[in-house]
């Protein structure tokens, strides 16, 4: 994953800031794990692995 991509990236629930956790992409704030499928980040909130406390 490009660092530059990364950096522009957002998560698309919370707006919060994301880092790269193995091959998912992980939200800081609200812990959203979105896949990367062929190396394209997939930023949908349905697509996303979701914790267990988690609340819309």
Same mark, same amino acid.
Request: charged fraction near 40%; aromatic fraction near 4%; include cysteine.
């Given at each position: 994953?490009? #660092?530059?991509?990364?950096?522009?990236?957002?998560?698309?629930?919370?707006?919060?800031?994301?880092?790269?956790?193995?091959?998912?992409?992980?939200?800081?704030?609200?812990?959203?794990?979105?896949?990367? #499928?062929?190396?394209?980040?997939?930023?949908?909130?349905?697509?996303?692995?979701?914790?267990?406390?988690?609340?819309?």
């Amino acid at each position: 994953m490009d #660092k530059e991509l990364l950096e522009m990236l957002a998560c698309p629930s919370c707006k919060g800031d994301v880092r790269l956790e193995d091959e998912r992409i992980v939200c800081i704030k609200c812990s959203l794990r979105y896949p990367i #499928k062929d190396g394209i980040p997939v930023m949908l909130i349905d697509e996303a692995e979701k914790p267990k406390n988690w609340r819309k």
